[in-house]
């Protein structure tokens, strides 16, 4: 007999894990305004706090991707790898599953592992660690590639690590009109707005449309080069180069007021005055 149209099955909050829930609530926990209180907060007021269910307590599709793992088993969601040299064979590979909150945690956890820091002292006493690949650009990298993919294109979020070049690509093209030119004047439009709200809400992510400006701030303030941001039609990359960092450029930019040190416009014009002997008020 007909027994009618089979019923998609929504994920519940029950299907969340409480490994994703105990990730998150350490990631809340680290904040100092509002965000703090939802560490400690019911698990239907968490996802509620967060953006990811209604006040029914119902999920949204960006909270099932964030907090859940999908009806058909767990996905890989980041590829790790780590090499010793940019060209060599990979001494560690790992898939990273669903759900995101998850492999985002892990695979910030595999590269600290394999982050080296080099300290630098102010005149002040004052000591900073300057990192081979900044923390705060490394996220922000990792973070825009699992939120701003193309969730239709069934393939992982990559991270290739290697002792100086770390390569994050995610699957698709950037959004209509961005370029690796223009994305850093270019007004953000994100493809996935909600999961990337709520990515900002954990702290995964910066504020909307300063993503990209963290990265160049954290690769300059670190005395290191510019990223590179790639695209083809398939894979969006950010490339960033560690090695020995310009320890001299480094301590100045530690020395300068927050809002200048915060300045993308300042750090950038910075960085081209290091790289060339003249230049015109014009061209900076």
Same mark, same amino acid.
């Given at each position: 007999?007909?027994?009618?149209?089979?019923?998609? &099955? =929504?994920?519940?909050?029950? +299907?969340?894990? /409480?490994?994703?829930?105990?990730?998150? $609530?350490?990631?809340? %926990?680290?904040?100092?305004?509002?965000?703090?209180?939802?560490?400690?907060?019911?698990?239907? +007021?968490?996802?509620?706090?967060?953006?990811? @269910?209604?006040?029914?307590?119902?999920?949204?599709?960006?909270?099932?991707?964030? !907090? @859940?793992?999908?009806?058909?088993?767990?996905?890989? %969601? &980041?590829?790790?790898?780590?090499?010793?040299?940019?060209?060599?064979?990979?001494?560690?590979?790992?898939?990273?599953?669903?759900?995101? &909150?998850?492999? !985002?945690?892990?695979?910030?956890?595999?590269?600290?592992?394999?982050?080296?820091?080099?300290?630098?002292?102010?005149?002040?006493?004052?000591?900073?660690?300057?990192? +081979? !690949?900044?923390?705060?650009?490394?996220?922000?990298?990792?973070?825009? #590639?699992? @939120?701003?993919?193309?969730?239709?294109?069934?393939?992982?979020?990559?991270?290739?690590?290697?002792?100086?070049?770390?390569?994050? *690509?995610? /699957?698709?093209?950037?959004?209509?009109?961005?370029?690796?030119?223009?994305?850093?004047?270019?007004? *953000?439009?994100?493809?996935?707005?909600?999961? #990337?709200?709520? #990515?900002?809400?954990?702290?995964? #992510?910066?504020?909307?449309?300063?993503?990209? +400006?963290?990265?160049?701030?954290?690769?300059?303030?670190?005395? $290191?080069?510019?990223?590179?941001?790639?695209?083809?039609?398939?894979?969006? *990359?950010?490339?960033?180069?560690?090695?020995?960092?310009?320890?001299?450029?480094?301590?100045?930019? %530690?020395?300068?007021?927050?809002?200048?040190?915060?300045?993308?416009?300042?750090?950038? =014009?910075? !960085?081209?005055? @290091?790289?060339?002997?003249?230049?015109? %008020?014009?061209?900076?």
């Amino acid at each position: 007999f007909d027994e009618g149209p089979l019923q998609e &099955v =929504l994920p519940s909050l029950d +299907d969340v894990p /409480p490994e994703a829930i105990a990730v998150t $609530r350490r990631m809340l %926990a680290k904040f100092t305004d509002d965000r703090r209180l939802l560490a400690t907060a019911s698990v239907p +007021d968490l996802l509620a706090g967060v953006g990811a @269910c209604s006040a029914r307590g119902e999920l949204n599709l960006a909270g099932e991707l964030m !907090f @859940c793992v999908p009806a058909e088993g767990s996905e890989t %969601a &980041v590829l790790y790898q780590y090499r010793q040299t940019p060209g060599g064979e990979p001494r560690v590979v790992q898939g990273l599953t669903t759900p995101l &909150v998850l492999a !985002f945690a892990r695979a910030m956890e595999l590269v600290e592992a394999r982050s080296e820091a080099v300290p630098l002292t102010l005149p002040d006493g004052q000591q900073y660690a300057i990192q +081979d !690949f900044p923390h705060d650009a490394v996220r922000e990298a990792l973070s825009n #590639a699992l @939120c701003h993919r193309e969730l239709r294109i069934p393939e992982p979020v990559t991270v290739d690590h290697s002792l100086t070049v770390m390569r994050i *690509s995610s /699957p698709g093209p950037l959004m209509t009109g961005i370029t690796p030119n223009n994305i850093i004047t270019t007004p *953000s439009r994100p493809r996935n707005r909600a999961l #990337a709200a709520i #990515a900002r809400k954990l702290g995964m #992510a910066e504020e909307l449309g300063r993503g990209v +400006d963290r990265i160049y701030r954290a690769m300059i303030g670190a005395g $290191r080069g510019l990223p590179r941001i790639e695209e083809d039609a398939n894979r969006v *990359s950010v490339t960033l180069v560690g090695g020995a960092p310009n320890m001299q450029i480094a301590r100045f930019i %530690a020395q300068l007021p927050v809002s200048e040190r915060e300045d993308t416009d300042t750090l950038l =014009l910075l !960085f081209h005055l @290091c790289q060339h002997k003249t230049v015109t %008020a014009l061209t900076l």
